[in-house]
Nanobody, 117 residues
Framework: VQLQASGGGLVQPGGSLRLSCAASGSIPRINVMGWYRQAPGNERELVATITTGGMTNYADFVKGRFTISRDNARETVYLQMNSLKPEDTAVYYC????????????WGQGTQVTVSS
């Protein structure tokens, strides 16, 4: 499975960005796609996930600001990020894992998001 993320960039505080991640290859039919992020000096942390059936999970620090969605026909997951804050600055990584086998776990290459005036 290959994951190709895009959509990062530089945005001012309060602005918005939309990340996309397209999966290809031998994708597990039932899976969880999501976004994680890692800021310099910090561990990678969960941002949001969404299952094939549309169940979502968000980190508390993005609730009400970020929305995760997916297009199963295109095997693509999106992260709409609104009201961005400087502390959202990080490399954002796309993830896909098999819903039934956590060991089957794939990562994209990461996309930089910088929130700064």
């Amino acid at each position: 499975v290959q994951l190709q993320a895009s959509g990062g960039g530089l945005v001012q505080p309060g602005g918005s960005l939309r990340l996309s991640c397209a999966a290809s290859g031998s994708i597990p039919r039932i899976n969880v796609m999501g976004w994680y992020r890692q800021a310099p000096g910090n561990e990678r942390e969960l941002v949001a996930t969404i299952t094939t059936g549309g169940m979502t999970n968000y980190a508390d620090f993005v609730k009400g600001r970020f929305t995760i969605s997916r297009d199963n026909a295109r095997e693509t997951v999106y992260l709409q990020m609104n009201s961005l804050k400087p502390e959202d600055t990080a490399v954002y990584y796309c993830n896909l894992r098999n819903f039934y086998r956590f060991q089957e776990n794939y990562w994209g290459q990461g996309t930089q998001v910088t929130v700064s005036s």
